[in-house]
């Protein structure tokens, strides 16, 4: 079994506290719950909110200066992150396609003009980014499953074609992030695989609710709205890619080395989305524990009953031990990035965070009972929006398997 360095220091620098409650003043005045709860219910992104969250340095705290950024880490991204995500965790999951799948990919394989290009423009909140990866025929078997395939033609361009689903966002993104298969090398599904950049002039139209963004497209790439039980602020579509012309200039990372380049970004992935499954926890048990302490039953607050402060401990210690894994496997991942069991503490963050969430959305729906299966309040739709991260983007059963196979030393199980 691997030795795992645990560490001893749970303190924030002035800096980082200064950004949570600036973080926390941003929230209450920009996107209070009850115009979350709106926008929840017209199904509406707020790019002004993303664009404010620009303005205020927040999208660039783990990029280099050069570039706009104020030169953070991972730590920073899950302090944001964690914070967004209570109550706002549409917002959480359009910082982990933003920054962590499109900035951070740039940063780490961009040449240095598709980085001066893009990563200035995302850092002040006038660009952002959605994946094309998952397609209908498979998930988790990403290797397996995937078919669309850009083929170089005589001048050096190459033509896309394929289908994608799950793609979040992208009626908002400006950029498209397409991963493709391009060469084939038997016996190794791994290699072969491309990314590609592509930009809104060359991203399609949305046949469903309009054009979003009122910008012009070229021809090949339309894309539908999926209709989900949870996260409608941030939409998940269907895209077809059909003859879509892409350069070399598009190409992120090296050409047939782009499942590679996405295995580097997956433990920030993992430890984003763990902090959104932290903060979207904490934010149910607030409001649960608040309204234990107003609501009255038999002449007392009902959190003075033991099955109800009960159940709120129990959210508690499941959000702290939620907590502790999360910035453990951030603060390894900033310490030494390439140490193996980084992705090991990562994977059980996501599994552990995601599941410990689910179990508190339900407790707090308990709590309130009638009330929390109204519209009115907001546990519903914490309730609807943690089912989706116990699957996505990865599914906790993957989690195990890769976990017992790197950790525990276990034969493969897949």
């Known amino acids: 079994m691997a030795d795992f360095m645990i560490p001893t220091d749970f303190g924030l620098s002035e800096e980082q506290k200064m950004m949570i409650d600036m973080l926390k003043k941003f929230k209450e005045k920009e996107c209070p719950k009850d115009k979350i709860g709106e926008w929840d219910e017209a199904n509406h992104f707020p790019v002004e909110v993303w664009k404010k969250l620009g303005n205020e340095g927040i999208l660039g705290a783990c990029f280099p200066e050069e570039y706009g950024g104020t030169g953070g880490n991972i730590i920073d991204e899950t302090l944001i992150t964690e914070e967004i995500s209570n109550s706002f965790s549409a917002m959480g999951l359009a910082y982990l396609t933003g920054v962590c799948f499109g900035g951070m990919s740039i940063l780490h394989y961009g040449t240095d003009e598709q980085k001066q290009n893009y990563l200035p423009k995302l ?120 003859d879509v012309k892409l350069t070399q200039d598009q190409m992120l990372g090296e050409r047939g080395k782009g499942f590679y380049n996405l295995l580097t970004t997956l433990n920030n992935e993992r430890i984003v989305c763990s902090a959104i499954c932290v903060g979207l926890a904490q934010g149910c048990l607030e409001e649960a524990n608040q309204y234990a302490l107003e609501r009255e039953a038999f002449g007392k607050p009902i959190g003075q009953f033991q099955a109800i402060q009960h159940q709120l401990v129990e959210m508690a210690t499941e959000i702290e031990l939620s907590r502790l894994i999360t910035y453990k496997a951030a603060w390894m991942q900033a310490n030494n990035p390439t140490d193996p069991n980084v992705g090991v503490i990562a994977s059980m963050a996501k599994m552990y965070t995601s599941d410990a969430a689910f179990r508190c959305t339900d407790k707090a729906m308990r709590i309130l009972a009638g009330y929390g299966f109204t519209m009115e309040y907001h546990i519903q739709r914490y309730y609807r929006d943690i089912r989706q991260l116990v699957f996505a983007p990865i599914t906790n059963e993957m989690s195990k398997n890769y976990i017992g196979q790197v950790m525990l030393g276990q034969k493969k199980s897949y």
């Open 123 to 242: 850092i002040a909140g006038d660009w952002n980014f959605a994946l094309s990866l998952t397609e209908p025929g498979g998930g988790t078997d990403v290797l397996g499953a995937l078919k669309t395939r850009a083929v170089e033609q005589p001048d050096g361009t190459f033509l896309a074609n394929g289908a994608k689903i799950f793609t979040t966002g992208i009626h908002v993104a400006n950029t498209d992030i397409l991963i493709c298969r391009t060469d084939d090398v038997e016996g190794k599904p791994a290699r072969g695989l491309t990314i590609f950049l592509i930009d809104r002039d060359n991203i399609g139209r949305q046949e469903t609710d309009g054009d979003l963004l009122n910008q012009p497209f070229s021809q090949g790439i339309t894309y539908h709205k999926i209709k989900k039980l949870g996260s409608h602020i941030l939409a998940s579509f269907e895209v077809s890619f059909e």
